[in-house]
């Protein structure tokens, strides 16, 4: 139901796009949510988009870097964080919460 | 922006023991907006219980969801082999919080 693109190596400083397409369902029906989980850690929500209009809810911590943003024409939902550092390194999940679905995964390696 | 609690850590049991795990909020979550997902090794979460209490799409009925307001359990009636994994507990009231899990090993 969600596929999202390969893994991504960065410098610190630079930012990252990440593509989440849906399919199999219907895109505007359910929001799609993004979550991290650093390598050997927990998971940590970062925030949501609502694919119907386009509405935004970031994690206090991330909110300055973080901007997703949908593309109903393609069932896709992006999400870029900027001013990478090393904690950012981890695995990158889009899911829609109350379905189980779940993106693949996306790693980003944030090294100099 | 709540924040929740899990509790054991580690839970060590022999299979076909009862597993209960703990998930306390620091507020109330709204509507029982509570979830529980089983994430094994090198693998993506699996959603198990949604609304605090409503089971997944096939999820065995020996997994069972409960509580409201700040105290949520999920309980496990007899262990299978399977079920050896950690368990993280999700609000998804807006913002969203992950607690940080309890791991259910064999003793």
């Known amino acids: 139901h969600l596929v999202q693109s390969g893994a991504e190596v960065k410098k610190p400083g630079a930012s990252v796009k990440i593509s989440c397409e849906a399919s199999g369902y219907t895109f505007s029906k359910y929001f799609i949510h993004w979550v991290r989980q650093a390598p050997g850690q927990g998971l940590e929500w970062m925030g949501r988009?609502?694919?119907?209009?386009?509405?935004?809810y970031y994690a206090p911590k991330v909110q300055d870097r973080l901007t997703m943003a949908r593309d109903t024409s393609t069932s896709t939902v992006y999400m870029e964080l900027s001013s990478l550092r090393s904690e950012d390194t981890a695995i990158y999940f889009c899911?829609?919460?109350?379905?189980?679905?779940w993106g693949q995964g996306t790693l980003v390696t944030v090294s100099a | 922006e709540i924040v929740l609690t899990q509790s054991p850590g580690t839970l060590s049991l022999s299979p076909g023991e009862r597993a209960t795990l703990s998930c306390r909020a620091s507020?109330?979550?709204?509507?029982?907006?509570l979830a529980w997902y089983q994430q094994k090794p090198g693998q993506t979460p699996r959603l198990l219980i949604y609304g605090a209490s409503t089971r997944a799409t096939g999820i065995p009925d020996r997994f069972s969801g409960s509580g409201s307001g700040t105290d949520f359990t999920l309980t496990i009636s007899r262990l299978e082999p399977e079920d050896f994994a950690v368990y993280y507990c999700l609000q998804y009231d807006t913002p969203s919080t992950f607690g940080p899990g309890t791991k259910v090993d064999i003793k």
């Open positions: 899911l829609v919460l109350t379905q189980g679905y």
């Open positions: 988009v609502d694919p119907g209009n386009g509405n935004t």
């Open positions: 507020q109330s979550v709204s509507s029982s907006y």
